[in-house]
């Protein structure tokens, strides 16, 4: 009794170092604003990857009460976890499943289909499963060929199953003119064609993401589709329409150190101080998704302050220099990715500032980091 109203007090509860805060209030405003770009085009979040480090349960229980069409992922083993957190909202699974898979127990998933092998699985284990048919419209990834589609068709047929919608995906959206997207975009037209002589009628038909609903023109969208899958942009990462990030990455100084002139830093000892200098030990490496290459060039915030990385980030720790900060304690709180897109440490910034995508930063981001939505 005594240890369960500590607990309820608060008291000898575990307090974690690193934390992942995730915005209810900015991932909510992101979905209404992508929602309200086209009555005529419906947006599915994408929660796959975890949902893009953001916490995959955290993020579908935020959504789950906005009756969504559904929730992407990429696995069965995501989908199978929304099933044991009780989320109601149905789910599509986008990725590879291997048919044997499916024997174990009926699931209440629907299945993208670009190969016979999956659809016999599915409808000898799986009958009452709706499938998504992934027509490949020149990303040459996954999904049927076009010209291989008449004769795939006739052959899905055999298997008599529910055929909810009709899928692709976009290679490249820079603008409405760009000609990758415009090929792509007249091939999924030809490819919807051949499916209604066949007599399809999809509930769902979608090849955009959130590029193509942001960067495409909706009038010639919403034409052939009446959906599109919304990851990058849910999250708050591009800064066009007022959308807000969702996410921020937290951890607290953990030692406080001061090292002379030419004391040499980290593996290998890549930076060396130039003058007497205040440095802080913090307890999150690459292993917690700090990026390697962000060593000796990314930047932390503290207050108002940014803290360059010294020397190469380690696997669970990482030194900054507290220099720029008056007072610096132990404990104090440390904010390795920003929400403010404004910030050096922002996701974008900081992705671009090592030449990748800010996708790649926010998957590294360790599932055992506790996450909270609030």
């Given at each position: 009794?005594?240890?369960k109203?500590k607990?309820?007090l608060?008291?000898?509860?575990?307090?974690p170092?690193n934390l992942?805060?995730?915005?209810?209030?900015?991932?909510?405003?992101?979905?209404?604003?992508?929602?309200?770009?086209?009555s005529?085009?419906?947006?599915a979040?994408?929660?796959?990857s975890?949902a893009?480090?953001?916490?995959?349960?955290?993020?579908?229980?935020v959504?789950?009460?906005?009756?969504?069409?559904?929730?992407c992922v990429?696995?069965?083993?995501?989908?199978y976890?929304l099933?044991?957190?009780?989320i109601?909202?149905?789910?599509l699974?986008?990725?590879y499943?291997?048919?044997?898979?499916?024997?174990?127990?009926?699931?209440p998933?629907?299945f993208?289909?670009w190969?016979?092998?999956?659809?016999?699985s599915?409808?000898?284990?799986?009958?009452?499963?709706?499938?998504h048919l992934?027509?490949?419209?020149?990303?040459?990834?996954?999904g049927?060929?076009l010209?291989?589609?008449?004769?795939?068709?006739?052959?899905?047929?055999?298997?008599?199953?529910?055929i909810e919608?009709?899928?692709s995906?976009s290679?490249s959206?820079?603008?409405?003119?760009d000609?990758?997207?415009?090929?792509?975009?007249?091939?999924?037209?030809?490819g919807?064609?051949?499916?209604?002589r066949e007599?399809i009628?999809?509930?769902?038909?979608?090849?955009?993401?959130?590029?193509?609903l942001?960067?495409?023109?909706?009038?010639?969208l919403?034409?052939?589709?009446?959906l599109?899958?919304i990851?990058?942009?849910?999250?708050g990462?591009s800064e066009?329409n007022?959308l807000?990030?969702?996410?921020?990455f937290k951890t607290k100084?953990?030692?406080?150190k001061?090292?002379?002139?030419?004391g040499?830093?980290?593996y290998?000892?890549t930076?060396?101080a130039?003058?007497?200098?205040t440095?802080?030990?913090?307890?999150?490496g690459?292993?917690?998704?700090?990026?390697r290459?962000?060593s000796n060039k990314?930047?932390?915030?503290?207050?108002?302050?940014y803290?360059k990385i010294?020397?190469?980030?380690s696997?669970?720790?990482?030194t900054?220099?507290l220099s720029?900060?008056?007072n610096p304690?132990?404990g104090s709180?440390v904010?390795?990715?920003?929400?403010?897109?404004?910030?050096?440490?922002?996701i974008?910034?900081?992705?671009?500032?090592i030449?990748?995508?800010?996708?790649?930063?926010?998957i590294?981001?360790?599932?055992?980091?506790?996450?909270i939505?609030?």
């Amino acid at each position: 009794m005594i240890n369960k109203i500590k607990s309820i007090l608060g008291f000898n509860t575990y307090q974690p170092l690193n934390l992942i805060e995730v915005s209810k209030d900015n991932l909510l405003a992101n979905y209404k604003y992508l929602s309200s770009l086209s009555s005529r085009i419906k947006v599915a979040p994408v929660l796959k990857s975890n949902a893009y480090g953001h916490g995959l349960i955290q993020v579908a229980k935020v959504l789950d009460s906005q009756s969504c069409p559904f929730f992407c992922v990429d696995s069965i083993y995501e989908a199978y976890e929304l099933l044991k957190a009780r989320i109601k909202t149905p789910v599509l699974i986008m990725g590879y499943v291997d048919p044997n898979n499916l024997k174990v127990k009926t699931l209440p998933f629907s299945f993208a289909v670009w190969n016979l092998e999956l659809a016999e699985s599915i409808s000898k284990y799986q009958s009452q499963a709706p499938i998504h048919l992934f027509i490949d419209t020149g990303m040459h990834r996954e999904g049927v060929q076009l010209k291989d589609l008449p004769v795939f068709l006739v052959e899905l047929k055999k298997y008599n199953l529910k055929i909810e919608g009709v899928m692709s995906h976009s290679a490249s959206v820079k603008n409405e003119t760009d000609p990758l997207y415009l090929n792509q975009l007249e091939n999924f037209k030809k490819g919807l064609e051949v499916c209604k002589r066949e007599g399809i009628k999809p509930k769902w038909t979608h090849i955009a993401a959130s590029d193509g609903l942001l960067n495409g023109n909706l009038n010639q969208l919403f034409k052939i589709t009446n959906l599109a899958r919304i990851g990058l942009s849910l999250y708050g990462i591009s800064e066009k329409n007022g959308l807000k990030a969702a996410l921020t990455f937290k951890t607290k100084i953990v030692q406080i150190k001061h090292i002379k002139k030419g004391g040499r830093v980290g593996y290998d000892g890549t930076f060396t101080a130039s003058k007497d200098m205040t440095i802080g030990i913090l307890p999150a490496g690459y292993n917690d998704g700090i990026d390697r290459r962000l060593s000796n060039k990314g930047f932390v915030k503290i207050e108002d302050k940014y803290c360059k990385i010294l020397g190469r980030v380690s696997m669970n720790l990482c030194t900054i220099d507290l220099s720029p900060v008056k007072n610096p304690q132990i404990g104090s709180e440390v904010i390795i990715y920003s929400d403010n897109p404004k910030d050096k440490n922002s996701i974008s910034k900081l992705a671009s500032s090592i030449y990748t995508i800010p996708y790649e930063l926010l998957i590294h981001l360790t599932s055992t980091t506790k996450r909270i939505a609030a």
